[in-house]
């Protein structure tokens, strides 16, 4: 499998996109959370990933960094598939309450014939903690990382194996997490800033986590390869050589610091 990263950002970055991706399998691509907006269409078109080639999408949480580009997508497969442009079901995961949210706006947004698709080829299906699914030939297991701030899922994918990727979702690691995170080949957590630049960034009051605090938690849960994202943009031209130099003093496995529209093999 290989992983294509459309954005790597937090809420309120200008320099590059908003944090969400793709997984892709020899079955297809499986897109997690959309960004903040718009901008979703022009990283898949840079990343030369086709909208109507997604049948899968999972979305995290709420804030709106990471479900207004997923209303984006439910417009362009409606409307691609109303125009014979989009071939079989789309189907978008997300807790129950998200899903219900994303009926919700998409009915308030979008246009009454690209409404009509919705629940007939366009699925919201509402994932449950623990929940395991099946999604372009791969286990998949949702989970709720405990978040205070608005209900949010990362989950567990089976690379085969016995290798597992673990996604954290956009907070710091919660020990709810351990069953799922340790012994991860890969771990997915969120960094927004360097610990050096914590009295610039103050991660905490956003309840997130420092470069430093990732790569000591990805030591202690043995993860092989971690990556960091949902980071600052104002060190970006430097960003890779400063958040390696702190995180590798702290991590030995594999320290990945990617920019958008980098393609990772997992
Ligand atoms: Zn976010």
């Not at 078109?45 to 999408?57: L, M, S, V």
């Not at 420092?210 to 849960?221: I, Q």
């Amino acid at each position: 499998m290989k992983i294509t990263i459309l954005g790597t950002g937090n809420a309120l970055v200008t320099e590059c996109y908003n944090t969400c991706y793709v997984l892709t399998s020899e079955e297809g691509h499986l897109l997690v959370d959309g960004g903040g907006g718009g901008t979703i269409l022009v990283r898949l078109k840079q990343a030369g990933i086709d909208p109507n080639e997604i049948h899968h999408i999972f979305v995290t949480h709420k804030h709106i960094d990471h479900v207004m580009g997923i209303i984006w997508m439910m417009r362009v497969i409606c409307q691609n598939m109303n125009a014979g442009k989009y071939q079989d079901d789309a189907y978008i995961y997300a807790h129950e309450e998200l899903a219900e949210m994303l009926l919700k706006l998409a009915k308030m947004l979008l246009n009454k014939k690209e409404i009509k698709r919705i629940g007939e080829r366009l699925h919201l299906v509402p994932v449950g903690d623990g929940e395991k699914r099946r999604i372009l030939g791969h286990e998949y297991t949702f989970f709720d990382i405990g978040s205070t701030k608005a209900k949010q899922y990362g989950y567990m994918l089976d690379l085969g194996e016995g290798r597992r990727l673990t996604c954290c979702g956009d907070e710091p690691y919660n020990e709810r997490e351990r069953k799922y995170a340790e012994g991860s080949a890969w771990l997915l957590h969120e960094a927004f800033c360097l610990d050096a630049q914590a009295d610039v960034f103050h991660p905490y009051e956003k309840h997130h986590s420092t470069v430093k605090d990732a790569s000591m938690l990805a030591e202690e849960l043995g993860v092989e390869n971690l990556l960091l994202y949902h980071t600052e943009d104002q060190n970006i031209a430097r960003r890779q050589e400063l958040y390696r130099a702190e995180g590798e003093q702290y991590f030995h496995g594999s320290l990945w610091i990617p920019e958008d529209l980098d393609v990772i093999e997992l």
